[in-house]
């Protein structure tokens, strides 16, 4: 039946753009067969189409593996829509945090375009769970919403694993805006750290930097829109900076907001500690990434364990977070005492976490 209905298609309308065969799922072996009849019969659709349902962790290796197909088969690139995407489990369907996952995935991948799925028809119209009613918005509407007001160019975004159910996003630079944004979510340990590499020249020395999220508690829930979560400037250093964020979830999306920044104060950003009589390093003894490590002084030795982020919490304290290990720096046994212990401990929202940056 495909040869015979392309072949209608091209006889009526030569100029339309043909898609297929949009299987359920994503098998070589059957789109082998399929790509090679095709190939014989000289009806290559001009879009190639299937769903993605069984799993985040696939999608990755299907695209990647398609395009080995391909090549395999002597066959040009073609534009690839997946008509149907949404978290294996279906309950998800329009959670940002799953969304990011298939947002980032698909932009990485250059897929052409992609359909959300809706599977609850008792209650049709609400856009694949992106409303919460028939007219109010759930949670996924803001965070594509976020989505669609990017703009400028795509740029790379390298995941942790990009086979993975682990957190995912897409970013745009726009140098007519002067700004860049990233949108991310997914499974993730509660501590998320974004390094972004050649920040372009109108950011400037200092970076203003706006981190936000929109929480989902299902997809019957209304959101009322993301809220703030910091408001900071960032020192760039060799052009770049490192954004750490704590207390995440794997259901909420974030995006973090970049502009030029306009004030004189540079707090947020990765750094060494140095102590102005030794002249040495803040270091977490032995490269430790174990909860209870001392942290020392030694000699500046460029390795990772004697680097900090410096986290706005937006009440006026700091989060120092160790880069080797992710850990915070902490005031042992939450001591109020002269002399007591400080160590690197994972991350529990304890006052003993937080520090103030004074002038001295």
Not at 93 to 102: K, L, M, N, R, T
Not at 201 to 214: C, L, P, Q, W, Y
Not at 285 to 298: F, K, L, R
Request: proline share 4%.
């Amino acid at each position: 039946m495909w040869k015979q209905t392309y072949n209608v298609i091209r006889a009526n309308d030569p100029g339309a753009k043909i898609i297929g065969p949009c299987y359920s799922y994503y098998n070589r072996t059957t789109l082998s067969n399929f790509l090679s009849f095709c190939r014989t019969n000289n009806c290559i659709p001009d879009i190639m189409s299937w769903h993605e349902l069984c799993g985040i962790e696939w999608v990755s290796r299907n695209l990647r593996d398609y395009r080995q197909l391909e090549k395999s088969l002597g066959i040009s690139a073609l534009p690839i829509s997946i008509n149907e995407y949404c978290d294996a489990d279906h309950n998800f369907e329009g959670q940002p945090g799953s969304s990011a996952q298939f947002i980032g995935k698909f932009e990485r991948y250059k897929v052409e375009s992609a359909c959300i799925s809706w599977w609850f028809v008792p209650s049709p119209g609400r856009l694949g769970s992106l409303l919460a009613t028939d007219t109010q918005k759930g949670p996924g509407w803001y965070f594509y919403k976020w989505y669609g007001d990017m703009t400028g160019k795509m740029v790379n975004v390298t995941p942790p694993n990009d086979d993975s159910k682990l957190v995912d996003g897409a970013a745009c630079v726009d140098s007519s805006s002067k700004s860049i944004s990233f949108i991310f979510g997914g499974s993730n340990d509660g501590t998320i750290s974004t390094t972004f590499k050649n920040l372009p020249s109108f950011i400037g020395s200092t970076a203003s930097v706006k981190v936000e999220k929109i929480d989902w508690v299902s997809k019957d829930t209304v959101s009322y829109g993301p809220s703030t979560i910091s408001t900071s400037n960032y020192s760039v250093v060799n052009g770049q900076i490192t954004v750490t964020l704590t207390g995440c979830n794997n259901s909420s999306g974030y995006r973090i907001y970049i502009t030029p920044g306009t004030g004189s104060s540079v707090f947020g950003g990765t750094y060494k500690l140095i102590n102005r009589e030794s002249g040495k390093a803040l270091d977490v003894y032995n490269n430790s990434t174990e909860n209870g490590a001392d942290v020392i002084q030694w000699s500046d030795n460029g390795q990772e364990n004697q680097r900090w982020n410096i986290v706005d919490l937006g009440n006026g304290y700091y989060n120092v977070v160790n880069v080797h290990s992710g850990k915070f720096l902490d005031v042992d046994n939450k001591s109020t005492a002269d002399g007591a212990n400080v160590l690197q401990w994972s991350s529990n929202g304890g006052y003993n976490q937080q520090w103030q940056i004074v002038t001295s």
